[in-house]
């Protein structure tokens, strides 16, 4: 694997270089990640690249930001990303292969004692969700890596007195890096915590509000028997607006035996997701619309037990062709399995 590191003389960076095998570093002062000159000067081809590189200011009053720490951050944190990404999936991965963007935790919530570093890090997991479609049809992944605090110099001395977590090792956020390096999946942001390496799951935009022509929750449009809700006891719990809520009651009928107990069979789980993704698409129909699914993909993430499942899906965007879902299955609280899906809208020609 030949592998190009951003940062790579920093906390995290240099952990990372310690498990690859000939990296090819790229820090300051020779190069500047927010300098797109220097990109364009770039040699070689790549399958693999960690965009590292970032900083902090550490000011919490907006009022006391200046130009240029402004600028400075920006091209560290966002714009070294960006230029990266390009001139990667332009030129230097030209065989396809998978790029990890550094985030951070801050990119997915709020860090109040440093808005600068929080919008930088937002707009990476921004960039990552929103290019890694298009990348994909070059056969290059995009992902981000968000960690918590860990134990490097951007940890200023003030703000580890006031934490109550422990820091974790720059080597630990190096092995997730790697993991997230391999993930198959693309355009996730990855959470990274003491002994917790995870996706992290986007809560559903609201879809669009429902027309008077828009299709009946269940409740008001019982299904048809036969019918798979009725064969294995489906509750709605809630569905409108591109969302919808299912549980079932796993029993061991659908499961198979395990030396650790019963295990409901992989197939009953995707069934559920993807029925929860056909609620949610279901509320943006109208009644001269029905859909099909083009596509599903589903990940499992532990196993299911005999009990109640819950599946939340939702609608991620809608035009007039194409629906984009995703759900999850939760058991006592716990992620079991998520699923996305691509529906196709099909209309009454007569209507």
Known sequence: MRALVTGGRGGIGSAICALLDDPFVLDLPEFDVGDPEAWRSLEGEFDAAFLNAGTGIGKADAAELTDEEWHRILRANLEGVVYGTRELAARLMPGGGSIVATSSLAGLTGMPHDPAYTATKHAVVGWVRGAAPALAARGIRLNALCPGFADTALVEGELRDALDVPLMEPS???????????????????????????????????GAAMSPRARRPWGEFPPPDPHVWNTLGYRGIEQADGRAVIEWDATPEYSFHAPSGPIVHGGMVATLLDTAMGGACWTLMTES?????????????????????RAEGHVVQRNRRVVFCAAEV????ELVASARCTQIVRRDPTA
Do not use: K
């Open 172 to 206: 630990f956020v190096a092995g997730a890096a790697l993991q997230v390096l391999e993930d198959g999946e693309t355009g996730r942001a990855w959470v990274v915590q003491p002994n917790r390496v995870e996706p992290f799951r986007f809560p559903g935009v609201p």
């Open 289 to 309: 619309e029905d859909f099909l699914t083009a596509d599903l993909r589903t990940e499992f993430h532990r196993s299911a037990r005999p009990g109640t499942l």
């Open 330 to 333: 939760f058991q006592d609280g």
